[in-house]
């Protein structure tokens, strides 16, 4: 069992930059894989990005290549998404998930066990 907290959404004008952080406890997140998947008013949830945290191995949505960037850090059993030139059409509530396999690499939500609360991400024009 893991519980996944993210955080650092907020308001950013179009051509900013945030960058969101997933916080795993319960168990080391180096056993996981872990995806962002995002969820805006009125449409399904979509994938973003995944990693492997052990390798590091990385996959990006179309939409997300050139601008987010996933990364983690086993040590302190964070997931994060830089995310780069934002666009009004990022605007989403953002969702950590992750599922127990190091080797695992999906873009379905079906793929994922666990998830977080999300947090929201505004981007204005």
């Known amino acids: 069992q893991v519980q996944l907290v993210e955080s650092g959404g907020g308001l950013v004008q179009a051509g900013g930059s945030l960058r969101l952080s997933c916080v795993a406890s319960g168990r080391p997140f180096v056993r996981y894989a872990v995806g962002w998947f995002r969820q805006a008013p009125g449409k399904e949830r979509e994938f973003v990005a995944t990693i492997r945290m052990s390798g590091g191995t990385t996959y990006y949505s179309n939409s997300a290549k050139g601008r987010f960037t996933i990364s983690g850090d086993n040590d302190k059993n964070t997931v994060y998404l830089g995310m780069n030139s934002l666009k009004p059409e990022d605007t989403a509530v953002y969702y950590c998930?992750?599922?127990?396999?190091?080797?695992?690499?999906?873009?379905?939500?079906?793929?994922?066990?666990?998830w977080g609360q999300g947090t929201q991400v505004t981007v204005s024009s």
């Open positions: 998930a992750a599922r127990l396999d190091p080797g695992y690499t999906s873009t379905s939500r079906s793929g994922y066990d666990y």
